[in-house]
Protein backbone atom coordinates (compact mmCIF):
# COMPACT_ATOMS: atom_id res chain seq x y z
CA UNK A 1 0.00 0.00 0.00
CA UNK A 2 0.89 3.55 -0.77
CA UNK A 3 2.32 5.71 2.60
CA UNK A 4 3.18 9.53 2.57
CA UNK A 5 6.11 10.49 4.66
CA UNK A 6 4.96 13.10 6.31
CA UNK A 7 8.08 13.84 9.13
CA UNK A 8 11.65 12.96 9.62
CA UNK A 9 12.85 13.73 12.68
CA UNK A 10 16.61 12.86 13.59
CA UNK A 11 16.19 11.35 17.21
CA UNK A 12 20.51 9.82 17.75
CA UNK A 13 23.20 10.02 15.57
CA UNK A 14 22.68 8.01 12.17
CA UNK A 15 19.16 7.33 13.35
CA UNK A 16 16.18 9.17 12.17
CA UNK A 17 12.20 8.82 12.64
CA UNK A 18 9.81 8.77 9.91
CA UNK A 19 6.24 8.66 9.95
CA UNK A 20 4.51 7.29 7.75
CA UNK A 21 0.74 8.76 6.85
CA UNK A 22 -1.94 6.70 4.90
CA UNK A 23 -1.84 8.18 0.96
CA UNK A 24 -5.28 9.33 -0.80
CA UNK A 25 -6.94 9.59 2.36
CA UNK A 26 -7.15 5.57 2.89
CA UNK A 27 -6.79 4.46 6.63
CA UNK A 28 -3.67 2.37 7.87
CA UNK A 29 -4.48 -1.65 9.18
CA UNK A 30 -4.39 -1.87 12.79
CA UNK A 31 -0.81 -3.02 14.23
CA UNK A 32 0.09 -4.63 17.71
CA UNK A 33 2.98 -4.11 19.33
CA UNK A 34 6.25 -5.86 18.27
CA UNK A 35 4.99 -5.69 14.74
CA UNK A 36 7.26 -4.63 11.28
CA UNK A 37 6.40 -3.33 7.98
CA UNK A 38 8.01 -4.10 4.97
CA UNK A 39 9.30 -0.85 2.97
CA UNK A 40 9.98 -0.78 -0.58
CA UNK A 41 13.16 1.44 -1.20
CA UNK A 42 16.06 1.96 -3.24
CA UNK A 43 14.90 -1.44 -5.76
CA UNK A 44 14.98 -3.57 -2.54
CA UNK A 45 12.53 -4.21 0.77
CA UNK A 46 13.64 -3.71 4.16
CA UNK A 47 11.94 -4.97 7.67
CA UNK A 48 11.93 -1.83 10.03
CA UNK A 49 9.47 -2.31 13.27
CA UNK A 50 6.70 0.04 14.13
CA UNK A 51 7.87 2.29 17.16
CA UNK A 52 4.56 4.32 17.88
CA UNK A 53 1.95 3.26 20.23
CA UNK A 54 -0.92 0.25 18.55
CA UNK A 55 -3.73 2.89 19.81
CA UNK A 56 -2.42 5.32 17.16
CA UNK A 57 -4.33 4.38 13.99
CA UNK A 58 -3.51 7.69 11.57
CA UNK A 59 0.58 6.59 11.59
CA UNK A 60 3.09 4.27 11.61
CA UNK A 61 6.41 5.78 13.06
CA UNK A 62 9.35 3.79 12.17
CA UNK A 63 13.13 4.17 13.38
CA UNK A 64 16.24 3.55 11.11
CA UNK A 65 20.02 3.51 11.53
CA UNK A 66 21.79 4.91 8.84
CA UNK A 67 24.35 1.70 8.00
CA UNK A 68 26.95 2.74 5.14
CA UNK A 69 28.17 -0.69 4.94
CA UNK A 70 24.80 -2.22 4.60
CA UNK A 71 23.09 -3.53 1.07
CA UNK A 72 21.48 0.21 0.81
CA UNK A 73 18.02 -0.24 2.14
CA UNK A 74 18.54 2.68 5.30
CA UNK A 75 20.57 4.97 2.86
CA UNK A 76 17.92 5.07 1.01
CA UNK A 77 15.30 5.87 3.76
CA UNK A 78 17.70 8.44 5.13
CA UNK A 79 17.66 10.47 1.70
CA UNK A 80 14.05 10.33 1.43
CA UNK A 81 12.59 13.81 2.31
CA UNK A 82 8.99 14.61 3.72
CA UNK A 83 6.54 14.53 0.67
CA UNK A 84 8.04 11.07 -0.13
CA UNK A 85 5.41 8.15 -1.06
CA UNK A 86 6.50 4.59 -0.39
CA UNK A 87 5.13 1.69 -0.53
CA UNK A 88 4.75 -0.37 2.23
CA UNK A 89 3.38 -4.23 2.95
CA UNK A 90 0.57 -4.57 5.81
CA UNK A 91 2.24 -4.92 9.37
CA UNK A 92 2.94 -8.72 10.37
CA UNK A 93 4.58 -9.51 13.65
CA UNK A 94 6.64 -12.44 14.63
CA UNK A 95 7.61 -10.59 17.66
CA UNK A 96 4.55 -10.62 19.58
CA UNK A 97 4.07 -10.22 23.44
CA UNK A 98 2.03 -12.68 25.59
CA UNK A 99 -0.92 -11.52 26.54
CA UNK A 100 -0.72 -13.84 29.90
CA UNK A 101 2.79 -12.48 31.20
CA UNK A 102 2.57 -11.47 35.06
CA UNK A 103 5.83 -9.31 34.07
CA UNK A 104 7.73 -8.16 30.86
CA UNK A 105 11.65 -7.66 30.90
CA UNK A 106 12.57 -6.02 27.61
CA UNK A 107 16.18 -5.64 26.63
CA UNK A 108 17.40 -3.47 24.17
CA UNK A 109 20.64 -3.11 22.61
CA UNK A 110 21.25 -0.42 19.94
CA UNK A 111 18.45 -0.19 17.45
CA UNK A 112 16.73 -3.02 18.51
CA UNK A 113 14.89 -0.26 20.77
CA UNK A 114 12.05 0.54 17.97
CA UNK A 115 9.88 -2.76 18.23
CA UNK A 116 10.34 -2.57 22.60
CA UNK A 117 9.10 1.03 22.31
CA UNK A 118 6.20 -0.04 21.09
CA UNK A 119 5.92 -2.85 23.55
CA UNK A 120 6.59 -0.73 26.50
CA UNK A 121 3.64 1.90 25.22
CA UNK A 122 1.60 -1.18 24.79
CA UNK A 123 2.09 -2.39 28.16
CA UNK A 124 1.68 1.08 29.83
CA UNK A 125 -2.04 1.67 28.40
CA UNK A 126 -3.16 -2.02 29.48
CA UNK A 127 -1.53 -1.87 33.13
CA UNK A 128 1.13 -4.78 32.08
CA UNK A 129 4.04 -4.78 34.55
CA UNK A 130 7.21 -4.43 32.35
CA UNK A 131 10.69 -3.50 33.24
CA UNK A 132 12.96 -1.94 29.84
CA UNK A 133 17.13 -2.35 29.51
CA UNK A 134 18.24 -0.04 27.15
CA UNK A 135 22.26 -0.56 25.95
CA UNK A 136 24.31 1.93 23.76
CA UNK A 137 27.47 3.02 23.13
CA UNK A 138 26.82 6.13 24.25
CA UNK A 139 23.93 9.00 24.47
CA UNK A 140 24.39 10.13 20.91
CA UNK A 141 23.64 7.30 19.54
CA UNK A 142 21.16 6.00 22.23
CA UNK A 143 17.30 6.99 20.28
CA UNK A 144 13.93 7.87 22.33
CA UNK A 145 15.80 9.14 25.38
CA UNK A 146 13.75 11.51 25.55
CA UNK A 147 10.54 9.59 26.00
CA UNK A 148 12.68 7.37 28.26
CA UNK A 149 13.59 9.90 30.82
CA UNK A 150 10.11 11.62 31.63
CA UNK A 151 6.99 9.81 32.71
CA UNK A 152 5.46 7.02 32.26
CA UNK A 153 9.29 5.40 31.01
CA UNK A 154 11.23 7.26 33.65
CA UNK A 155 10.83 4.83 36.74
CA UNK A 156 10.47 1.81 34.35
CA UNK A 157 13.27 2.42 31.89
CA UNK A 158 17.14 1.90 32.61
CA UNK A 159 19.78 3.26 30.01
CA UNK A 160 23.54 1.97 30.31
CA UNK A 161 26.38 3.27 27.79
CA UNK A 162 29.35 1.95 26.84
CA UNK A 163 31.20 5.18 27.47
CA UNK A 164 29.57 5.97 31.30
CA UNK A 165 32.70 6.95 32.82
CA UNK A 166 31.37 6.22 36.03
CA UNK A 167 31.30 2.24 34.62
CA UNK A 168 28.01 1.16 35.18
CA UNK A 169 27.21 -1.82 32.99
CA UNK A 170 24.13 -4.02 32.46
CA UNK A 171 24.18 -7.27 34.43
CA UNK A 172 22.37 -9.61 33.01
CA UNK A 173 22.66 -12.36 35.43
CA UNK A 174 21.17 -9.78 38.30
CA UNK A 175 18.56 -8.44 35.17
CA UNK A 176 17.46 -11.77 34.53
CA UNK A 177 17.33 -13.62 38.09
CA UNK A 178 14.30 -15.39 39.26
CA UNK A 179 12.66 -16.12 36.48
CA UNK A 180 9.00 -17.33 36.82
CA UNK A 181 6.39 -19.37 35.06
CA UNK A 182 4.22 -16.19 34.28
CA UNK A 183 7.54 -13.92 33.52
CA UNK A 184 8.58 -13.50 29.72
CA UNK A 185 11.57 -11.57 28.46
CA UNK A 186 12.03 -9.53 25.06
CA UNK A 187 15.43 -8.86 23.27
CA UNK A 188 15.90 -7.42 20.44
CA UNK A 189 19.39 -5.71 18.80
CA UNK A 190 22.99 -6.73 16.93
CA UNK A 191 23.32 -10.38 17.17
CA UNK A 192 26.15 -10.54 19.55
CA UNK A 193 23.91 -9.01 22.28
CA UNK A 194 21.33 -11.07 21.76
CA UNK A 195 23.36 -14.17 22.04
CA UNK A 196 24.83 -12.86 25.34
CA UNK A 197 21.42 -12.35 26.63
CA UNK A 198 20.22 -15.57 25.73
CA UNK A 199 23.05 -17.49 27.65
CA UNK A 200 22.35 -15.07 30.21
CA UNK A 201 18.54 -16.35 30.47
CA UNK A 202 19.57 -20.29 30.03
CA UNK A 203 21.95 -19.94 32.67
CA UNK A 204 19.41 -18.24 34.97
CA UNK A 205 17.16 -20.86 34.39
CA UNK A 206 14.98 -19.51 32.15
CA UNK A 207 12.27 -21.69 30.32
CA UNK A 208 12.75 -21.28 26.34
CA UNK A 209 9.14 -20.82 25.66
CA UNK A 210 9.48 -17.32 27.67
CA UNK A 211 12.21 -15.91 25.96
CA UNK A 212 11.36 -13.73 22.58
CA UNK A 213 13.98 -12.56 20.15
CA UNK A 214 14.50 -10.61 17.47
CA UNK A 215 17.24 -10.16 14.72
CA UNK A 216 17.21 -7.11 12.49
CA UNK A 217 20.21 -8.53 10.23
CA UNK A 218 21.66 -11.96 9.69
CA UNK A 219 25.24 -10.99 9.59
CA UNK A 220 26.51 -12.94 12.78
CA UNK A 221 24.00 -15.95 14.10
CA UNK A 222 23.41 -18.21 16.81
CA UNK A 223 25.34 -20.97 17.38
CA UNK A 224 22.83 -23.53 15.60
CA UNK A 225 22.16 -21.18 12.65
CA UNK A 226 25.93 -20.68 11.63
CA UNK A 227 26.54 -24.31 11.75
CA UNK A 228 28.45 -25.89 9.13
CA UNK A 229 27.04 -28.11 6.76
CA UNK A 230 26.08 -28.95 3.16
CA UNK A 231 27.01 -26.41 0.57
CA UNK A 232 27.07 -28.87 -2.69
CA UNK A 233 23.88 -29.28 -4.71
CA UNK A 234 21.00 -31.34 -3.27
CA UNK A 235 17.13 -31.81 -4.72
CA UNK A 236 13.71 -30.64 -3.01
CA UNK A 237 10.44 -32.30 -3.96
CA UNK A 238 6.95 -30.27 -4.08
CA UNK A 239 4.59 -32.26 -2.15
CA UNK A 240 1.83 -31.01 -3.98
CA UNK A 241 2.70 -32.39 -7.71
CA UNK A 242 5.26 -34.77 -6.72
CA UNK A 243 7.55 -32.61 -8.96
CA UNK A 244 11.57 -32.73 -8.33
CA UNK A 245 13.75 -29.17 -8.29
CA UNK A 246 17.70 -29.64 -8.20
CA UNK A 247 18.96 -26.83 -6.31
CA UNK A 248 22.98 -26.80 -7.51
CA UNK A 249 25.65 -25.02 -5.07
CA UNK A 250 25.27 -21.45 -4.46
CA UNK A 251 22.17 -21.12 -5.49
CA UNK A 252 19.27 -21.05 -2.81
CA UNK A 253 16.34 -22.83 -2.47
CA UNK A 254 13.96 -19.92 -3.26
CA UNK A 255 16.22 -18.81 -5.98
CA UNK A 256 15.96 -22.22 -7.81
CA UNK A 257 12.23 -22.63 -7.27
CA UNK A 258 11.76 -19.38 -8.90
CA UNK A 259 14.09 -20.53 -12.04
CA UNK A 260 11.24 -23.03 -12.63
CA UNK A 261 8.03 -20.59 -12.26
CA UNK A 262 7.51 -21.54 -8.54
CA UNK A 263 7.49 -18.72 -6.23
CA UNK A 264 7.57 -18.68 -2.33
CA UNK A 265 6.79 -15.69 -0.54
CA UNK A 266 9.79 -13.96 0.23
CA UNK A 267 11.09 -10.69 1.86
CA UNK A 268 14.15 -10.22 3.79
CA UNK A 269 15.70 -13.12 2.28
CA UNK A 270 18.30 -13.26 5.23
CA UNK A 271 16.60 -15.66 7.46
CA UNK A 272 15.25 -13.00 9.39
CA UNK A 273 11.85 -12.02 9.07
CA UNK A 274 10.05 -15.73 8.64
CA UNK A 275 8.06 -14.48 5.54
CA UNK A 276 9.34 -18.27 3.56
CA UNK A 277 8.96 -20.12 6.62
CA UNK A 278 7.85 -23.94 5.00
CA UNK A 279 6.81 -26.56 6.57
CA UNK A 280 9.20 -29.36 6.07
CA UNK A 281 7.71 -33.50 5.51
CA UNK A 282 10.94 -35.61 4.60
CA UNK A 283 14.72 -34.82 4.65
CA UNK A 284 16.52 -32.93 7.02
CA UNK A 285 17.50 -29.28 6.47
CA UNK A 286 20.73 -27.31 7.25
CA UNK A 287 18.88 -24.63 8.96
CA UNK A 288 21.07 -21.33 8.47
CA UNK A 289 18.48 -18.23 9.94
CA UNK A 290 18.22 -16.35 12.72
CA UNK A 291 14.61 -16.97 13.10
CA UNK A 292 13.62 -20.34 14.18
CA UNK A 293 14.69 -20.66 17.77
CA UNK A 294 17.05 -23.48 18.47
CA UNK A 295 14.40 -26.20 19.40
CA UNK A 296 12.48 -25.44 16.31
CA UNK A 297 15.12 -26.12 14.14
CA UNK A 298 15.80 -29.34 16.23
CA UNK A 299 12.32 -30.36 15.21
CA UNK A 300 13.41 -30.28 11.70
CA UNK A 301 9.89 -29.87 10.51
CA UNK A 302 10.05 -26.17 9.40
CA UNK A 303 12.67 -24.14 7.67
CA UNK A 304 13.46 -20.87 6.12
CA UNK A 305 14.27 -21.81 2.08
CA UNK A 306 15.85 -17.99 1.57
CA UNK A 307 19.25 -19.00 2.81
CA UNK A 308 19.03 -22.47 4.82
CA UNK A 309 20.00 -25.66 2.64
CA UNK A 310 20.00 -29.26 2.83
CA UNK A 311 21.85 -32.20 5.40
CA UNK A 312 19.96 -34.80 2.90
CA UNK A 313 20.44 -35.46 -0.44
CA UNK A 314 16.39 -34.67 -0.45
CA UNK A 315 13.95 -32.43 1.17
CA UNK A 316 10.32 -32.79 0.46
CA UNK A 317 8.78 -29.48 0.90
CA UNK A 318 4.85 -28.38 1.89
CA UNK A 319 4.44 -26.52 -1.53
Known sequence: MKVTLTRKLAVATDICLFELAPAQGTTLPPFTAGAHIDV??????????????????????????????????SVAMHACVPGTTLEISEPRNHFPLEAQATHSILLAGGIGI???????????????PFELHYCSREPQRAAFLDRLETPPFRHRAQCYFDNDSSGKRIDFALVLAGPEPGKHLYVCGPAGFIEAVLAAAA???????????????????????????????????????????????GTSIVEALRGCGVEVPVSCEQGVCGT??????????????????????????????????????MLVLDL
Open 40 to 73: HIGGVVRQYSLCNSPTERDVYRIGVLREPASRGG
Open 114 to 128: TPLMSMAAHLHETGG
Open 203 to 249: QAGWASGNVHREYFAAGATSSAAGAAGNDGPFQVSLASSGRVVDVPA
Open 276 to 313: CLTRVLSGTPDHRDVYLTDEERAANDQMLPCCSRALTP
